[in-house]
């Protein structure tokens, strides 16, 4: 399973920005799967943000619930995260996630995770 995240950016506090995940692998399909994101900020560990299971499931962190939307494009093999209203502290490096199934918000709950894409917010 390889993951290919895009869409990060530098906007102000109060903007949004939409990240793409590009799933591709035969270990298991995009369909009947999980995926999710993490975030990492400057000098900290590896956060759950979002993720969205096999059946449609939806999760979200809960300073993040209300502001941001995870979404999936089956057609597309193509995850989302939809980030409105961000905040400074919103600011971080941004990691897809995949797995079999959704098994929790701790980072090794997923086994396959892509590279970063950099989300910066200023005040």
């Known amino acids: 399973v390889q993951l290919q995240a895009s869409g990060g950016g530098s906007v102000q506090a109060g903007g949004s920005l939409r990240l793409s995940c590009v799933f591709s692998?035969?270990?298991?399909?995009?369909?009947?799967?999980?995926m999710g994101w993490f975030r990492q900020a400057p000098g900290k560990g590896r956060d759950f943000v979002a993720a969205?299971?096999?059946?449609?499931?939806?999760y979200y962190e809960d300073s993040v619930r209300g502001r941001f939307t995870i979404s999936r494009d089956i057609a597309k093999n193509t995850g989302y995260l939809q980030m409105d209203n961000l905040r400074p502290e919103d600011t971080a490096l941004y990691f897809c996630?995949?797995?079999?199934?959704?098994?929790?918000?701790?980072?090794?709950?997923?086994?396959?995770w892509g590279q970063g894409t950099l989300v910066t917010v200023s005040s």
């Open positions: 996630v995949s797995d079999v199934r959704y098994k929790g918000r701790n980072p090794g709950s997923f086994e396959y």
């Open positions: 692998g035969r270990t298991f399909t995009f369909a009947d799967s999980a």
């Open positions: 969205i299971n096999w059946n449609g499931g939806k």
